[in-house]
C-alpha cells in the first residue's frame, strides 16, 4: 500500500513563510510527476505546482515567484516553500503523485490534506 503523508502547514501572517513536505512510502517502483494542489472553501481544487520526475516546473500564476516546489527522489518527497503569503493562499494543500507500485500499474495518489491558513 502506497500512501502520501503531508506535513508544515499552520497558521501564520500574511508575508510570512511556511514549508510544506510529502512523503511518499511503501512498495514504490518510480514516482513520475509529482504536485501540490489546494483547495479553499466553496472553491474548487486547483493546481499550485507541479514537478516532473526530471526537475521541470510548473506554477499557477497566483503563485508564480512566491512559491516554489522542489523534490528529493532518494527520499520519495516533494515540498513546497512558500513566502510571502497573502491571505487568499488560505486554503487546504494536497499533495499528488503518479507513483508506479511494484507489480503494480500507475495510479494516481493524493494525500490527505494539511491546512495553511494566513491570517491579515
Known amino acids: 500500500q502506497v500512501q502520501l503523508v503531508e506535513s508544515g502547514g499552520g497558521l501564520v501572517q500574511a508575508g510570512g513563510s511556511l514549508r510544506l513536505s510529502c512523503a511518499a512510502s511503501?512498495?514504490?517502483?518510480?514516482?513520475?510527476?509529482m504536485a501540490w494542489y489546494r483547495q479553499a472553501p466553496g472553491k474548487q481544487r486547483e493546481l499550485v505546482a507541479g514537478?516532473?520526475?526530471?526537475?521541470?516546473?510548473n506554477y499557477a500564476d497566483s503563485v508564480k515567484g512566491r512559491f516554489t516546489i522542489s523534490r528529493d527522489n532518494a527520499k520519495n518527497t516533494v515540498y513546497l516553500q512558500m513566502n510571502s503569503l497573502k491571505p487568499e493562499d488560505t486554503a487546504v494543500y494536497y499533495c499528488?503523485?503518479?507513483?508506479?507500485?511494484?507489480?503494480?500499474?500507475?495510479?494516481?495518489?493524493w494525500g490527505q490534506g494539511t491546512q495553511v491558513t494566513v491570517s491579515s
Open positions: 499528488n503523485a503518479d507513483i508506479t507500485p511494484v507489480l503494480q500499474p500507475l495510479y494516481d495518489a
Open positions: 511503501g512498495n514504490i517502483f518510480s514516482i513520475n510527476a
Open positions: 514537478i516532473t520526475s526530471g526537475g521541470s516546473t
